[in-house]
């Protein structure tokens, strides 16, 4: 059974700096493409960032680009974002997405003062 | 940034009856155009990609159409569990988007 484990969210004050995790377990890591998605309360979702199977291609929406890093470590099964200089608005739920046929729980993202 | 406008936002049923809701896109994502159902504290779950194809294990009761810019999702004969929202979301172009959602309600 494919699973996807968030961890790392958090309260975290503005201009803060948190990292989230993703293990993934169930089935071969290496081969899939995986996503970022963040839901904030009340909100639909919004796609966050990419990365593909070998870490050569990564993507940003434009109201991260410059502040978020995603990463993954193949032999560890696992997918991470490094969230800098966060924001009010960056307050959410984040889901790893796998390929989008698979999602997580997600973790909870909470910036204020 | 290509928008997806759902319609109607809010559609009240009872179990049994024929659920249509629409998504439209500010511009053409072909057949990358994918359908999610939401309930309350969990995470989206796909149930059509690529338009019209069912992702694995999701009931016949549930068929995707359309291409191009205009898309629909029906269900064909709701059933209890099936209340909920709904979101469409295209991978045709970046920054990937998705729709503001229909709530299915009783």
């Known amino acids: 059974e494919v699973q996807l484990v968030e961890s790392g969210g958090g309260l975290v004050q503005p201009g803060g700096s948190l990292r989230i995790s993703c293990g993934a377990s169930g089935f071969s890591f290496s081969p899939y493409s995986f996503n970022w998605v963040r839901q904030a309360p009340g909100k639909g979702p919004e796609w966050v960032s990419y990365?593909?199977?070998?870490?050569?291609?990564?993507w940003y929406a434009d109201s991260v680009k410059g502040r978020f890093i995603i990463s993954r470590d193949n032999d560890q099964n696992s997918l991470y974002l490094q969230m800098n200089s966060l924001r009010d608005e960056d307050t959410g739920v984040y889901y790893c997405?796998?390929?989008?046929?698979?999602w997580g729980l997600g973790t909870l993202v909470t910036v204020s003062s | 940034e290509i928008v997806l406008t759902q319609s109607p936002a809010t559609l009240s049923l009872s179990p049994g009856e024929r659920a249509t809701l629409s998504c439209r896109a500010s511009q053409s994502v072909g057949y990358y155009l994918d359908w999610y159902q939401q309930k309350p504290g969990q995470a989206p779950r796909r149930l059509i990609y690529?338009?019209?194809k069912r992702a694995t294990g999701v009931p016949a009761r549930f068929s995707g159409s359309g291409s191009g810019t205009d898309f629909t999702l029906t269900i064909s004969s709701l059933e209890p569990e099936d209340f909920a929202v709904y979101y469409c979301h295209q991978r045709s172009a970046r920054p990937l988007t998705f729709g503001g959602g229909s709530k299915v309600e009783i």
């Open positions: 997405v796998r390929d989008w046929d698979s």
């Open positions: 690529d338009a019209s």
């Open positions: 990365i593909s199977y070998g870490s050569v291609t990564m």
